[in-house]
């Protein structure tokens, strides 16, 4: 069983940066990626980027193109969120996640198997 947790979260000002971390824990199988969600107040839940852990890449949605980064520490079993930039509109509950995928992308178009408790991220105007 995968086991996720969340850190990171909390206030920042709109231009400012925060940074997420998902430990998980085993078991590690082939075809292995973890991700990003986002829940904002009255939205459905939102795909936010994804990195594979058989290929390292990565795949991002179009609204967070060039302001968030996604990247991981294969030491720590940790997968990280560099989030920059920051708007009002990115204030949601961000969830980290993880599943069987062969490309990052493919966590876009099939909900993973994994899923953390979530972290809330308030960017105030």
């Known amino acids: 069983q995968v086991q996720l947790v969340e850190s990171g979260g909390g206030l920042v000002q709109a231009g400012g940066s925060l940074r997420l971390a998902c430990a998980s824990s085993g078991p590690f199988f082939r075809n292995y990626a973890m991700g990003w969600f986002r829940q904002a107040p009255g939205k459905e839940r939102e795909f936010v980027t994804a990195i594979s852990w058989t290929r390292s890449n990565t795949y991002y949605a179009d609204s967070v193109k060039g302001r968030f980064t996604i990247f991981r520490d294969n030491t720590k079993n940790t997968v990280y969120l560099q989030m920059d930039s920051l708007k009002p509109e990115d204030t949601a509950v961000y969830y980290c996640?993880?599943?069987?995928?062969?490309?990052?992308?493919?966590?876009?178009?099939?909900?993973?198997?994994?899923w953390g408790q979530g972290t809330q991220v308030t960017v105030s105007s």
């Open positions: 996640a993880a599943g069987r995928y062969a490309a990052a992308r493919d966590m876009n178009n099939r909900d993973p198997e994994y």
